[in-house]
T-cell receptor, first 112, second 116 residues
Framework: AQSVSQHNHHVILSEAASLELGCNYS??????LFWYVQYPGQHLQLLLK??????LVKGIKGFEAEFIKSKFSFNLRKPSVQWSDTAEYFC??????????FGKGTTLSVSS | DVKVTQSSRYLVKRTGEKVFLECVQD?????MFWYRQDPGLGLRLIYF???????EKGDIPEGYSVSREKKERFSLILESASTNQTSMYLC???????????????FGPGTRLTVT
């Protein structure tokens, strides 16, 4: 079955530390890749997405992600996290015309 | 801006009650989706619809049904609520685009349902 795996359930960082959240998927063929974020008490928002072209994708708030096709991965990165990045992060994958399949999420806690 | 609204933010129901969760989107999207979100399990797809009166089962459709009579509205129905359906329910919508097309799902604020 198609699936999305997020490696870390809970990540704890200090402000200014670098962040990398892992995401792997099991689909074959062409995929669309997403990272969504859910801040405490807010609804899911799109951070960034990849459909084609440059495998390094830049999103909002200084986040970026790199698609590595050979590794079936789409890891999220940020060079220097802020307290306001405390949130839950979801990786999601789909193929054309189908619903998104989500990973189980990673909770990021940033201490000031 | 795309707006997806859900009828209630919080809902408390008793076991065995019939529960209706409503979702409305204002962007003329063809696709609409219902997910439930549980700690440690992420978002799991319950049902989706790609057109009026059309529906497809997702990963966990048991105990749920849906209705889409109008393009902008997608309802989730719990025929007989049970305590294991206590969860956060998220509605989403998107355009229906073919191969290689840009695709993004927009989410509503969620309904936190408690079944006692």
């Amino acid at each position: 079955a198609q699936s999305v795996s997020q490696h870390n359930h809970h990540v704890i960082l200090s402000e200014a530390a670098s962040l990398e959240l892992g995401c792997n998927y099991s689909y074959g063929g062409t995929v669309n890749l997403f990272w969504y974020v859910q801040y405490p008490g807010q609804h899911l928002q799109l951070l960034l997405k990849y459909f084609s072209g440059d495998p390094l994708v830049k999103g909002i708030k200084g986040f970026e992600a790199e698609f590595i096709k050979s590794k079936f991965s789409f890891n999220l990165r940020k060079p220097s996290v802020q307290w306001s990045d405390t949130a839950e992060y979801f990786c999601a994958v789909n193929q054309a015309g189908t619903a998104l399949i989500f990973g189980k999420g990673t909770t990021l806690s940033v201490s000031s | 801006d795309v707006k997806v609204t859900q009828s209630s933010r919080y809902l408390v129901k008793r076991t065995g009650e019939k529960v209706f969760l409503e979702c409305v989107q204002d962007m003329d999207h063809e696709n609409m989706f219902w997910y439930r979100q549980d700690p440690g399990l992420g978002l799991r797809l319950i049902y989706f619809s790609y057109d009026v009166k059309m529906k497809e089962k997702g990963d966990i459709p048991e105990g749920y049904s849906v209705s889409r009579e109008k393009k902008e509205r997608f309802s989730l129905i719990l025929e007989s609520a049970s305590t294991n359906q206590t969860s956060m329910y998220l509605c989403a919508s998107s355009f229906l685009l073919g191969e290689g097309g840009s695709y993004e799902q927009y989410f509503g604020p969620g309904t936190r349902l408690t079944v006692t």
